[in-house]
């Protein structure tokens, strides 16, 4: 039995819109919440929001990827609590051990459970053990020559196309399809090299690749007293080249099998050994609805919020309360999850130049959404410049509803309520998406944003008032017509 | 008063060219007990209006000039097509989709510079040939001149126009001086019906308004004489104020169609009033044929309250100017020279410029017709001759090239030796031998054209913008990346394009956008950013939209700006860092990074004034860099190339291997 530690002050190693939600719940918990940052974050939204802010270098990125100078910070503010957010230190196991040894709390699960789980081939052992369905696949792959060798012989047993996985890969990054044998010996060297750099370890395995699956994952919430809760799925499937672009709560899915996975993603959880919030990642077959494990994601998901907003659980405060030692409070019987939840990502990039970011550029105009079922995530403000040192993600919104056609009619209600002026955003291609009949019928899989090259067609020609209206300001400002003198 | 029928069977309409042919049009001309009249509406804008007068205002009295009965309307051609991309902001031939369906009893009239087309130097011949189809389904008469009177340089558009079933009207340019008499101009139309037969219509073409009414009354009646049954269009300008009184000499000698104005927007320069034209006439006899009086007369009451938008384009000189009889300036040049002048800061040299140098340098040119690109290339050369002395020491290519024979033949005599010696340098004789005779423009590759434009535009050109490229490219350029951005602006009634000082808070304007669709503005409030760049909050349609005008970055253009005199430029030049000694456009760069260039080569080819200048090596050696492309706007100074010096004696100049 451990004991109860309150949490008096709490350090978020990370950025963006993550800091600001994890803050958000801090300030209702009464804890005082303390931002680091880098230099080129210097003007950024989170650190306002702060009790504290402290400068951990001058990045961009190797700062807040540095455990050492959060360690600092931590200690320098007082903080008795780190929470990693997402990304950068979340699912590395060196992070949680430093905390340990220098006495802070860490705001997730143990190292040995994210040392584990992070390891994809001894995760696929344990959920192996635990009599978890998971797809056909090998170990970590030997270096070289003979890597190439498994992996083809793999898929001379398992037919092609396979996926080549980064063993510490995760959230999309590392994986690449390969369609046949000649494909493999080019792709194998380059997703070594990729893993390599993404997270410093090259190990990589083999799975069989399930074409046009769906991508359902369960949020669970594991206290220390070994009690674990699930709170629900979420259908995660449009994705474009394995980064999330839209999720949504619950997945659709018969009553039976949805229980069937959420069962699974407690077995797996219990397993593991898992303490504090976490995801379990399922493939579904779209046409059988057969699940296989995917992998765990031993932290806060960017899409949580779905989540939240069907069930009325604060993830956050949860994991808070979980990390202090408390025992989870939740009956089953009031995780409620009725109706539907879409999350997109409202991002400063150009969707139809390959979702090319437009760092640099200012937000000059920002007008958002605002009335039922909707919820904002953000960082971006008039005057926000698109950092080209991070990422461009400027708001997440979250619409709720009562079923799957209003929770659309209001999504698309509320995207057309933004006023961004400036950058390109995601927003013209989220409404394409909207007015998609498949999408509509609640018929999509991760193939999706492949299969459907239609969304990316938006009309970027403008009407022809906007244009001339364009014209008579220029003549308003200038003060003169320059195309006319 | 005729009855409204009667005249209605008198008036010419292209559906009645359409059904019964030009030879047809033509003998109702011949037939006909009166006289027909055009309303040179393009003519009257180039001369008093700098080519301005917007779409939305001939649009907005479509309808009443529709209904007057004109012979034709001449609303294209001349230097209205540049124009129409440069500052006018629409495309030179939906101009003409949209107003020939809103005045479809109008046949529409242009006037084209021979090998010339739109422009101001020769073009190759496919281009003219494929301009001219581009522009006839919309034009039903062609005036066709030749600043030189050189029949060659106008057989292309003839045969085009022919080929297109349109009326072809070519023109001789009338001038005045001892070798221009009547004699010369009657042979003059016997070359020209050599080689179009006799179903034409001849113009006078007196773009200056030169000569008295009696002298013109005496050409129309010689010409007839020789050849009775021509039908003669006499086209003059009011320059001196007595155009009328040369119009009506012509009528009464037997000239079968003039022109004129709508007096609403009637100034100096242009043509004279339609309806003083008319009235005068009628006195002596003469019956203006198809026209509805009152609705000329509804033309300009409806277009009065307009002018006013347009006063910053009149001339910085308004006044009838009677010594046009010594400089010959054409009327559609007069504006442009004396806003020139302004900015030049030579103002004061003018009545020297006009009266002295301007005729002296004509004279010496060889008294041919100061006309487009004539008049340029003689108002040029004055200009450099007073700011920049020794006399045609500062030659530009045109000049020298029209000194080579290269645009066709001197019609009386060839400048004397001592401006040959002057342009040229000592070894003139050779360059002329070398260099000199008739130039035919060769053929471009269309398809090569076709290309190079779809890669400026990023996009498929359509036929019509080729054509459109073909005659001034990088202005086509611009104007279709307008259009892309801005929309079709040219239904923006003129109290908006032509708006200084911005609006006032809350103003509002209605108007109809080019598919007919009804809009609103209100001009709300701006805010700075903090880049520099303005928000303007606009109510469109009733919703408020933010609206971004990013700024040019005044620091950064003013640092680049170094005003540099002509001296340090050469100096300059002779170090290899060849600065633009004029403000001008880039129109061609015809050597690359890594070029072994030689003393003497053209590096740039820069356009101003619509006159080509070439920035020429000064030392051997390899280019280095280069610092602009076709295109870019240079001010005096700028940098465009550096060119790394040879070592000394290592290449022969540039002449030198040409022997």
């Known amino acids: 039995m451990k004991k109860m530690r309150q949490i008096k002050k709490i350090l978020i190693a990370n950025r963006g819109e993550i800091a600001v939600r994890i803050m958000r719940t801090a300030k209702e918990l009464g804890i005082g919440a303390v931002s680091v940052y880098e230099k080129p974050d210097s003007e950024a939204y989170f650190i306002r929001l702060a009790d504290e802010a402290i400068l951990i270098g001058d990045g961009p990125r190797k700062d807040y990827l540095d455990i050492e100078r959060q360690i600092w910070a931590a200690r320098k503010s007082g903080a008795d609590a780190i929470h990693p957010g997402y990304g950068f230190l979340a699912e590395n196991p060196e992070f949680p051990a430093a905390c340990e040894r220098a006495g802070i709390i860490f705001v997730g699960p143990p190292q040995g459970v994210i040392r584990a789980l992070g390891d994809k081939v001894v995760a696929r052992e344990m959920m192996k053990k635990a009599g978890i369905p998971f797809i056909p696949g090998t170990g970590n792959l030997s270096h070289g020559e003979k890597g190439i060798k498994e992996a083809m012989e793999f898929g001379q047993k398992n037919g092609y196309p396979i996926m080549l996985k980064a063993s510490l890969g995760g959230g999309g990054r590392g994986i690449r399809k390969v369609e046949g044998k000649s494909d493999l010996m080019v792709q194998l060297p380059l997703a070594r090299t990729e893993a390599r750099s993404a997270f410093g370890d090259e190990s990589i395995y083999v799975e069989k690749c399930i074409t046009a699956p769906r991508h359902v994952e369960i949020q669970i919430l594991a206290d220390q007293h070994g009690n674990i809760i699930h709170l629900g799925s979420r259908d995660c499937s449009i994705q474009r080249r394995h980064q999330k672009l839209l999720e949504i709560a619950p997945a659709d899915l018969p009553p039976t099998v949805r229980q069937a996975m959420c069962e699974a993603a407690i077995a797996a959880a219990r397993q593991a050994g898992y303490v504090n919030a976490g995801t379990v990642e399922f493939l579904v077959d779209s046409e059988t609805n057969e699940y296989w494990f995917m992998e765990v994601n031993t932290r806060l998901q960017v899409e949580h919020t779905v989540t939240e907003e069907l069930t009325g659980v604060d993830i956050v405060r949860e994991q808070i309360r979980i990390a202090e030692g408390h025992e989870i409070d939740i009956p089953a019987e009031r995780v409620q999850l009725h109706g539907k939840a879409i999350q997109v990502r409202i991002n400063a990039e150009d969707p139809k130049n390959h979702f090319m970011p437009e760092g640099g550029k200012t937000v000059e105009v920002y007008q958002s959404p605002g009335g039922p079922g909707i919820r904002l995530d953000g960082i971006v403000y008039q005057g926000y410049k698109i950092p080209t040192e991070y990422d461009s993600l400027m708001v997440k919104m979250t619409v709720r509803g009562y079923d799957w056609e209003q929770t659309i009619d209001r999504l698309k209600r509320a995207l057309l309520g933004f006023l961004i002026v400036g950058p390109k955003t995601t927003i013209p291609f989220y409404l394409s998406i909207c007015d998609e009949p498949d999408f509509k019928k609640g018929k999509f899989d991760t193939g999706y944003i492949e299969t459907h090259p239609g969304i990316f067609d938006y009309p970027e020609v403008e009407r022809e008032i906007a244009k001339l209206a364009k014209l008579v300001a220029e003549i308003h400002v200038k003060k003169i017509n320059p195309f006319a003198y | ?659």
Not at chain 2, 41 to 62: C, G, W, Y
Not at chain 2, 618 to 628: Q, R, T, W
Request: with cysteine; glycine share 8%.
């Open chain 2, 1 to 659: 008063m005729r009855k409204g029928k009667e005249a209605f069977e008198e008036r010419i309409t292209p559906r009645e060219m359409k059904e019964k042919g030009v030879r047809h049009i033509l003998d109702k001309i011949k037939k006909s007990k009166g006289y027909y009249l055009t309303n040179t509406e393009r003519d009257l804008s180039q001369s008093d209006f700098k080519n301005r007068i917007m779409p939305h205002t001939q649009i907005l009295v479509a309808e009443e000039r529709n209904a007057c009965g004109y012979f034709s309307i001449e609303i294209s051609g001349g230097a209205s097509v540049h124009v129409d991309m440069l500052r006018r902001q629409i495309n030179p031939i939906e101009k003409l989709q949209v107003l020939s369906a809103l005045m479809p009893e109008t046949m529409f009239q242009t006037l084209c510079r021979g090998t010339n087309l739109f422009g101001y130097r020769p073009y190759p011949e496919n281009v003219i040939r494929l301009t001219v189809r581009a522009f006839a389904p919309y034009v039903q008469v062609w005036r066709v001149f030749d600043f030189l009177n050189y029949v060659p340089n106008m057989v292309p558009v003839f045969e085009e126009v022919k080929a297109a079933d349109r009326i072809l009207e070519p023109s001789i340019c009338f001038s005045t001086g001892p070798e221009h008499t009547d004699a010369y101009y009657v042979k003059k139309v016997g070359e020209i019906l050599d080689v179009t037969g006799s179903d034409i219509i001849l113009c006078i073409k007196n773009h200056a308004g030169l000569g008295t009414a009696k002298r013109i009354g005496d050409l129309v009646k010689s010409i007839l004489q020789k050849f009775p049954d021509l039908i003669i269009h006499y086209h003059g300008h009011n320059t001196d104020g007595n155009d009328i009184g040369r119009t009506v000499e012509a009528v009464r000698n037997g000239a079968k169609i003039v022109n004129g104005g709508d007096h609403a927007f009637t100034g100096f320069y242009g043509p004279p009033p339609l309806l003083t034209v008319i009235e005068t006439l009628e006195d002596y006899g003469h019956r203006a044929l198809g026209i509805h009086k009152q609705a000329i007369i509804d033309t300009s009451n409806k277009l009065r309250p307009e002018r006013e938008y347009y006063k910053d384009f009149e001339s910085q000189f308004l006044g009838f100017d009677p010594t046009v009889q010594i400089h010959k300036l054409p009327g559609g040049a007069t504006g442009s020279s004396f806003e020139q002048a302004v900015k030049g800061g030579f103002l004061h040299l003018m009545p020297h410029m006009l009266q002295n140098e301007l005729p002296r340098v004509q004279v010496e040119l060889g008294n041919w017709w100061s006309v487009t690109p004539g008049s340029q290339i003689l108002w040029t050369t004055a200009v450099n001759n007073v700011l920049k002395p020794p006399r045609y020491k500062s030659a530009n290519d045109d000049l020298r090239s029209l000194m080579l024979g290269r645009y066709g033949e001197f019609p009386f005599y060839r400048p004397a030796d001592e401006i040959y010696e002057a342009v040229f340098g000592p070894e003139w004789r050779k360059i002329l031998e070398r260099d000199g005779g008739y130039q035919k423009v060769e053929d471009v590759d269309l398809e090569i054209e076709r290309r190079v434009l779809e890669k400026r535009l990023e996009r498929k050109a359509t036929e019509n913008e080729l054509v459109l490229y073909l005659q001034h490219p990088n202005d086509a350029v611009n104007f279709f990346k307008f259009e892309e951005k801005y929309g079709k602006s040219w239904i923006l009634p003129p109290k908006i394009w032509f708006k200084k000082g911005g609006f006032n808070l809350a103003e509002t304007f209605e108007f109809p956008d080019a598919y007919g669709k009804l809009h609103s503005l209100i001009i709300g409030p701006q805010r700075k950013t903090s880049s520099g760049d303005v928000v303007t909050y606009l109510v469109v349609d009733h919703h408020p939209e933010p609206i971004l005008t990013e700024m040019e970055q005044e620091g950064e253009k003013v640092a680049r700006k170094a005003t540099l005199s002509t001296k340090e430029i050469e100096a300059l030049a002779q170090a290899g860092d060849i600065r633009s000694p004029i403000k001008g456009t880039v129109s061609e760069v015809p050597v690359s990074e890594g070029d072994d260039v030689l003393a003497g080569q053209v590096l740039i080819i820069l356009e101003a004034m619509k006159m080509l200048n070439n920035v020429v090596s000064v030392i051997n050696g390899k280019v280095s860099e280069v610092l602009v492309s076709p295109g870019d706007q240079v001010d005096v100074g700028d940098p465009l190339l550096v060119v790394k010096k040879a070592p000394e004696g290592a290449v022969g100049s540039h002449d030198a291997t040409k022997k």
